[in-house]
Structures are given as C-alpha cells and as structure tokens.
C-alpha cells in the first residue's frame, strides 16, 4: 500500500488561497524551524520534516506546479510518489535483486519512466531558492531607547559573486558522482536487509553539474561574504528584545532566487538612575525626615530634563508623586514617576538630640 502524503498546503500551515508571498514566508519560517542543525536531539525528524516541507514549496511556488496539483493532487505527480516499503520485501533490493537483473531504484524508474525522474528530481533542487534570514543584536544605551536615534548598522551577508556572476565557475558539466541527479545513493547493510538512504552530493553540493574551471573567488558557491552597513532609524521607545524587519536585507538566494531578511533585535543597557515600567519612568529621590515632616520643593532629573516637585508635609517613606507626561513620548506619552525615600540619620549632634527630645516630651512619646 503507498505511503499516503500530507497535502502540500497542510505541510506549509497555508490555505488554497494563500498568495505566494504567504507560501515563501511560511516556507522561510518552516525551514528554520525544522533545519537539521537546528534540532540535534531530533535530527532524524528534523530531516524527514525539512524534506517534506521542501518538497510541497518546490510545487506551491512554482505556478505550472500548484495548478497542476491543485487539479490532480498526487495523482499528477510521478514516480518520485511510488512506495514499495509496505509490501512485504526487506527493500527495494529484496524484490528485484538476482531476480529480474535491476541494479539498484534508479532502474527501475528508468524502466517506467526513462531518465525522466531524475531530470524532474534535478530540476526541482536547481529552482530558485530564497537566501537565509540573518539575525544580528544591537545593543542601544538607555537613552537612545527612549529617545530614539539614528545609527549605522554593519554586518556580513552572501552577495553575488562579481568574478563569476553567481554562476561558480567555467565549463559546466555534469557531476561524475552522482550523474547530474545531485544526490548519492548509500547502501547500509543490516542484519536482515539493505537499507538505501540518499544524500546531497558532497561533490558539487546537490546542484546536480560541476565546472571545469570553478571560481577561485567563490569556490564554485556563487556567493561571497560581504561587510555591508545600512542606516536604520530606532523608533522612540523601542523596549528591549523588540525586533526590526528588514526585508531583503539578508543573504543573496540560490538559483536567482529571493534574498533573505534581515533582523535586529535591540538589547537595552541598564541605566544607573532612571527604571523603565512600559512607557512610564520611576526614580528613587532621598528626602531627610525634617523635609518629610515639615515639607519642601525638590527638583527631580527626568529624561527631558529637571523638573521641580512639591513635596508636601507629612510625606511618608515610599510615597509616590507623579510627573505627567515626562515619561516615555511613545504611541502614548508616559509618566515620570517619583519614589520618594526618607533618609534617618544614623548620628545627631547633642543640639539635634535636645530639640528631638523635647519633640517627644510635647507628643507624649516615649523615647530611649
């Protein structure tokens, strides 16, 4: 019985009506995700994954493809779809080897469909293929967080290879390893069977040709790693681990294909004075215990400069007073908040001692 198959708009989490801009971001999403190196522990998963998920963007970003599937489903694809795992044979070995003169799975596809497989299997790993996403952190001081600024931002990226044109070399010619299909096929032998798992070429990396003369710039990859610097304007406020898209900013694709993005997600240095609670500012400000009791005016550092506050008498320890609006100028202006501290001192002089003694003598407090 065949191997039934997830449908391709079920794999990618998109609809029929999905545009091809939400099947390549949801395909970009996917892949790194489920990229191999990514998920260690689970590798053997990730794999299977990673291949499905490539499998159904190679046919839903491609029109010809998706009309054809979404016309037949599976019924229109060809031999790569044929399952024979389930019938009872060890491999596909088992059923033909020493019986009928096959050498190998690639003979059998022959004999039904010619060299066609493989020129289709080929085809589809030479497709444009969309660059990486690049992910780098700017570390911003408080002040250009709440404020905002303009800064330059450099990083490195895969551009285009300007000795080659992105083509890796002269003298295209199919690769003598895996005979152009860019996959090799590796027998294991176990105790009851032979178990056949393919891989990318490591030759010509899974493109399927090499050059007689390959780029001395590139190494045959058609990219090179550039330093690149582009201006980006931080928005005002901007929190902590808040991120910024770039599109197209990241690595140059494959095959002519799409760019990746770029992005900076901001990492906020502490400051010493000022603590941040969304768009609202909090300080701490010391008082003496005479200024809580009888009252003052204190002026008090915000982020758009001092600001005097009236502390009235009796002012408890921790009491909080508000500056409106000379918080955070966001989407919604914030607060500066005022923490208020009373300072006890830990020694008097006998002249400071007298007065406080005859405090508590008039208010009936029992002292030491």
Known sequence: MAKSKRDYYEVLGVSKNATPEEIRNAYRQLTKKWHPDRNPKNRKEAEEKFKEITEAYEVLSDPQKKAKYDRFGFAGDNARDFDFGQGGFGDIGDMFGG????????DIFDMFFG?????????????ARPGEDINIVLNLSFKEAVHGAMKDVSYTKFEVCEACHGVGGTGK?????????GRVRVVKRTLFTNLITETTCDMCGGKGYTYEHVCQVCHGTGRVPKRKTIPIKIPVGVESGAKMRFAGYGNTGYNGGPSGDLYITFKIKPDPKFTRQGNDIVTMENISFVQAALGTEIEVETIHGSEKLKIPAGTQPGQKFVLRGKGIHGRRKGNHIVIVNVQIPKKLSRAQKKILKEYA???NIKVG
């Open 99 to 106: 019986q009928g003169g096959f050498g190998d799975i690639g």
């Open 115 to 127: 060299r066609g497989g493989q020129s289709r299997a080929t085809a589809q790993r030479n497709t």
């Open 173 to 181: 010619k199919t690769c003598p390893k895996c005979g152009g299909t």
């Open 361 to 363: 003598e008039i208010s």
